[in-house]
């Protein structure tokens, strides 16, 4: 069975309201560096920038905490979303495709299409307005800190006849908890 990793965010100020949670399904206890530090760079970004901001007061909770597990080999179609309110804060865990043979200058763009099409869904799921734009991402440092991660196990899937190639929401509820 795959390697969980998540990444509890401890370095995200307590007054922000988007914070990420970050987590791979990749073996051998090794994040996608890269792209596990792109998708929190964009969420970092996001949460900075006054229109996105404004947005999401419209809201009327004090918080997103945004979850993403970036699956390796367990890819599929449709990528999966658990969405739901817990006292003044929205819980919404996403699950998300490994970019395959993203160029390293194009990995922060990857990972603002992914993030945006979250708070799409997200939007949606609410009824809000439209997103606003996304902001110009600045340029990942070349000597960004590696992401800090926590590794669990994925829960062992009950004898089915034919594995589902794909986290399951009750595995992305229990991926967060």
């Known amino acids: 069975m795959d390697e969980q990793t998540l990444d509890h965010g401890p370095d995200v100020d307590a007054c922000s309201w988007l914070r990420p949670h970050l987590g791979t399904t990749t073996g051998g206890g090794r994040a996608p560096r890269e792209y596990v530090v792109a998708l929190r760079h964009v969420a970092r ?15 009327g909770l004090s918080a997103c905490e945004l979850g993403i597990v970036a699956e390796g080999r367990l890819d599929h179609l449709r990528p999966s979303a658990d969405i739901r309110r817990l006292d003044d804060c929205l819980w919404a865990n996403f699950t998300c495709a490994l970019p395959a043979g993203t160029p390293p200058a194009a990995t922060t763009r990857a990972a603002a299409e992914e993030v ?3 708070f799409e869904v997200i939007r949606q799921a609410l009824m809000l307005p439209a997103l606003p734009p996304t902001p110009p991402m600045p340029s990942l440092p070349t000597d960004a800190p590696d992401v800090p991660v926590t590794a669990k196990r994925l829960p062992e899937a009950a004898r089915e006849p034919e594995q589902p190639g794909y986290l399951t929401l009750t595995q992305i509820q229990e991926f967060f908890a």
Do not use: K, Y
């Open 45 to 59: 970004t996001l949460d900075a920038d006054p229109g996105w901001l404004s947005w999401w007061q419209q809201t």
């Open 116 to 118: 945006r099409a979250m």
